[in-house]
């Protein structure tokens, strides 16, 4: 995708936003959403995100884990509460008065029966979370459906990153890492991560501002002409 810049938002917390899950002061309306790249034997990437409403509609990364995972670890429920990286994130956006309102799950992967256990609609429900049904298909390398679509909202300054704190600045390196190296990296969890919110955005915003619940699953408009 060339080369990715983090990039300061001017703000006297910037350097803390991240690591502490604050959106700079200056920001208006966002919708909070999470992303996650599951695998059953690799790396997941897991990505929360605040999408800006209003323009100039930048995207601000406010958390990323990258690591291998069980699904005991992402979401579970045990001695009568709710225990792992959905649930932490969720506490968090609550605390911080942006809850998460949608969470996109890819398919294509051996967890992607996940969404229809126990576990995964008891939490939706409760924690008025939609889980976003994402489908990656063997096209995610043309232009309009796969990570190059990322190029032209990080060469615009619309993807934003925090640029100071050791610990927010290595986080999200790993993800600029993978933009940089697209597509001859070893890896590209992240990047796929961050594509399926860019693919879903307009929609989710659309749902969002609209009051619906942007649950329907999302595949590209040549599979829904095949069908």
């Not at 398919?107 to 976003?132: E, H």
């Not at 063997?138 to 050791?166: C, H, M, W």
Request: glycine share 8%; net charge neutral; with cysteine.
């Amino acid at each position: 995708l060339g080369r990715v810049t983090p990039v300061s938002s001017g703000s006297e917390d910037w350097c803390t936003w991240a690591m502490e899950h604050e959106v700079p002061a200056e920001v208006g309306r966002v919708l909070s959403v999470a992303s996650t790249d599951p695998s059953p034997t690799k790396w997941w990437a897991n990505g929360w995100w605040a999408l800006e409403l209003d323009d100039p509609q930048r995207r601000f990364l406010l958390d990323l884990l990258r690591k291998k995972m069980t699904l005991d670890e992402f979401l579970e429920f045990r001695d009568g509460r709710w225990t792992g990286l959905a649930e932490t994130w969720w506490q968090v956006s609550k605390e911080m008065g942006r809850p998460i309102t949608h969470w996109i799950w890819e398919q294509n992967a051996a967890q992607r029966f996940f969404l229809d256990t126990q576990v995964a609609k008891k939490w939706s429900m409760s924690r008025g979370v939609q889980w976003v049904k994402h489908q990656t298909t063997a096209n995610r390398t043309d232009p309009k459906y796969g990570p190059q679509r990322l190029a032209s909202i990080y060469r615009s300054g619309q993807v934003r990153f925090p640029g100071e704190g050791a610990q927010a600045r290595t986080t999200s390196l790993k993800l600029i890492d993978e933009a940089q190296k697209w597509p001859k990296g070893q890896y590209d969890d992240c990047v796929m991560m961050q594509t399926f919110v860019e693919l879903r955005r307009d929609n989710l915003i659309a749902s969002f501002l609209s009051g619906d619940d942007g649950e329907s699953e999302w595949v590209p408009t040549w599979v829904k002409g095949a069908a």
